[in-house]
């Protein structure tokens, strides 16, 4: 897995910082998460493929968070993109962008496909063979998901020798790998653990923007291996991140630490502050493994 | 009369291609002309007063022309702006700002008006005591305006030594400012031309994107300084051109030499031509004075 930084600025874009989009590299699959405005120069500019973008996740209503979905759709319909696109999101989202699409007498040549989200609890929303993405219920000013991207188990391996010495039929080998027990040619019962190795560890990705303090989430990300959390304030500003439902650096860890999370990413910074730094020396003081997302910043998950 | 090019490439936003967005500095405003994606990150880098746009105009609601407009009336409310904002453009466009900010649960703390435009036939739509602003009905795919910028004709400017040699009493200057005759101390006829000079000669400018190559807009147009006029494609498009309805470069400079314009300002370029100087050279062979927009790039008008 591994997770691409677009923007990771809180409100209005500007030269140099822009507004939330990630895209997340899981399986086979590329994810867009949020979409602010700009975000498809950005994917320009770091060379993502347009067309591999088939699922976009887009948090809440505020534009910083989705004023570049109608661009990027429209720039798909010029491309003369085929594929279909999903899009995952509030009660309303389909409105403003078809509203938009029939202003301009433009609509897509491409299947463009609505997840129109409006449950309080976690509900599964996207699910294949591979990956299976949650809604995270935030708490901020108006209803918004953070994301939890989680790989299924892979296949396990064959250890061949010992798959060989045990003497089992190849027509069995897929079931090995799914994890199954299963008869060699002698009719006797060969123990999967004995003649498979686990496959890859199956990772996980959360990403929780925009949220005040919300221990809820808590028990929805255990043990994530990176938690992407906002981090909009400084400890000197705790009292306007109560008041705008939005996190301190420390709040963030704080969760992180409660959730037993691998590493802490930290972003959705507020341009009022010169040193993006202060954010992780905050955040140690509750949680070690903290990094500062940066546009262009890649994580290996 | 300045204009400042923000934006002059025509449909998706690139690294270093901007959707269509203008400055024109005219008396004591700054105009806004059309807002395409990354507006205000430009407005930003060209270093223009935020709070000095008090009047943007909207050609169409294609997205290359408004896209960035929800996220500039929105990064005003986080700056705390209080002047009232104006947008003039097509029927819908309120709804669709609207519908975004109702979403977002984030309304503007300062006074945003919209003058939304439906008739096809050129109007009137802005005018105080130094400009005003009439619309350009363009033949595009959807319904379209062009707008023209014309300053009012500036106060003459007395002549001091004539003035006071015909003895005219001092209460009587602001009338001879306005052009009229007016009597002396000894009830003598005064001829306003004997004893003033011209103001500067009032200066306009025609915005016209996107159309297709509409010879209506002629004497709309008549005897304008600047004309900027969009040429999105070559003549080896030019089939193109009038499927899409747009122009080539020959097309407006045919409209500039009809017109009479002081100078022709090609802009709104597809994205597919390496060198848009070949935009001057084919507009050349119609008209001469051609200038090439470039986002930066400042004219005096």
Known sequence: MKLTILGCHSATPRINTHPTSQVLYIRNHIFLIDCGEGTQVLL????????RIKHIFISHLHGDHYFGLVGLISTFRLLSRQADLHIYGPKGIKEVITLQMKLADSWTNYGLYFHELNSKQSELIFEDEKVEVRTIPLDHRIY???FLFKEKPA???LNANKVREADVDVAYYSKLKQGADVYNNDGQLVKNQDVTFPGPEPKSYAFCSDTGYDPAIIPIINKVDALY???TFLQQHQRLAELTKHSTAIDAAKIAQ???AGKLILGHFSSRYEDVEDFRREAQT???DVELAESGKV???
Chains 1, 2 share one sequence.
Do not use: D, L, Q, Y
């Open 299 to 301: 994580f290996e998950i």
């Open 44 to 51: 320009r500019k770091h060379k993502i493929k347009f067309s």
């Open 286 to 288: 509750e949680f070690s």
């Open 144 to 146: 918004t998901n953070g």
């Open 155 to 157: 296949p396990r391996k």
């Open 229 to 231: 959390h906002e981090s």
């Open 258 to 260: 409660a959730a037993n």
